[in-house]
T-cell receptor
Framework: DAKTTQPPSMDCAEGRAANLPCNHS???????VYWYRQIHSQGPQYIIH???NNETNEMASLIITEDRKSSTLILPHATLRDTAVYYC?????????????FGGGTRLMVKP | NAGVMQNPRHLVRRRGQEARLRCSPM?????VYWYRQLPEEGLKFMVY????????ESGMPKERFSAEFPKEGPSILRIQQVVRGDSAAYFC?????????????FGPGTRLTVL
């Protein structure tokens, strides 16, 4: 899997947008960008994924640069319950290995 | 639609005992993955199974660890002769199938403590 680089931690004020960056400069053409998060003591939770177009769902938006070398996960109105470690993972959608490789992630702290 | 179920949620074992961790995937999911998370570390892949088959066990320690996913019933991760270093959170995930294989849904985990 292509390597990703994320800042180790970020703070965000409650009610404001949280923008979490991810660099994946070695991403290949068949690799998607996936985001998961892990709230303390819970299992990871799938958030969103995309290939090259921007994506939006009920949880977040994913903005992927035109050259696909970086992306940003946007939580439009962060709440205290969004405090978690956010993982950016790039991988083929149907690769034979199927496992997810979790890096260090970004520890997002939403503050009142 | 119930999510991925794991039990027990907490398990305490003494050194040398056996630990059995169970995982019931989401309804309709036939792919199961086990991950281990040591304290203050990220999740590490252990094994990937489909019904009655181990597809990839490249992350499993060579000794004492085994996994199965029988035709009927939950997937089982078995750790024999546990040691203190096995203390960790063990997460199970399931996915619908190959075309959505990376949309893995995780269970709440089993926290194993070895005394």
């Amino acid at each position: 899997d292509a390597k990703t680089t994320q800042p180790p931690s970020m703070d965000c004020a409650e009610g404001r947008a949280a923008n979490l960056p991810c660099n994946h400069s070695t991403i290949s053409g068949n690799e998607y960008v996936y985001w998961y998060r892990q709230i303390h003591s819970q299992g990871p939770q799938y958030i969103i994924h995309g290939l090259k177009n921007n994506e939006t769902n009920e949880m977040a938006s994913l903005i992927i640069t035109e050259d696909r070398k970086s992306s940003t996960l946007i939580l439009p109105h962060a709440t205290l319950r969004d405090t978690a470690v956010y993982y950016c993972i790039v991988r083929p959608r149907n690769n034979a290995g199927n496992m997810l490789t979790f890096g260090g992630g970004t520890r997002l702290m939403v503050k009142p | 639609n119930a999510g991925v179920m794991q039990n027990p949620r907490h398990l305490v074992r003494r050194r040398g005992q056996e630990a059995r961790l169970r995982c019931s995937p989401m309804k309709g999911h036939s792919h199961v993955y086990w991950y281990r998370q040591l304290p203050e570390e990220g999740l590490k892949f252990m094994v990937y199974l489909q019904k009655e088959n181990i597809i990839d066990e490249s992350g499993m320690p060579k000794e004492r660890f085994s996994a199965e996913f029988p035709k009927e019933g939950p997937s089982i991760l078995r750790i024999q002769q546990v040691v203190r270093g096995d203390s960790a959170a063990y997460f199970c995930a399931s996915s619908p199938g190959r075309d959505r294989v990376s949309e893995q849904f995780f269970g709440p985990g089993t926290r194993l403590t070895v005394l």
